[in-house]
C-alpha cells in the first residue's frame, strides 16, 4: 500500500465513521480536541496525519485505531 492509499483510506474511513454517528466535522473536531479543518484535510487525505491524532480520533468516535485502517 502506497503512502497516499493509506492517507486516502484512513481519510474515508474517518469520514465514514463520522457520518455514521451523526457527527460533523465541527463536532468531531471538538470531541477529539483538533482544528475542524484539519478535520476536513484528513478527510481529503491532504495530512499526513501524527500517531497521537489517529488516537485522538478514534477516541472520539469511541473506534479501535485499527478500524479507521480497515
Known sequence: MTNESVLILFGKNVQRLRKSKGLSQEQLAEI????????????????????????????????????LLE
Do not use: C, S
Request: proline residues 0%; without cysteine; positive net charge.
Open 32 to 67: 477529539a480536541g483538533l482544528h475542524r479543518t484539519y478535520i476536513g484535510m484528513i478527510e481529503r487525505a491532504e495530512k499526513n496525519i501524527t500517531l497521537i491524532n489517529i488516537e485522538k480520533i478514534a477516541a472520539a468516535l469511541n473506534v479501535k485505531i485499527t478500524d
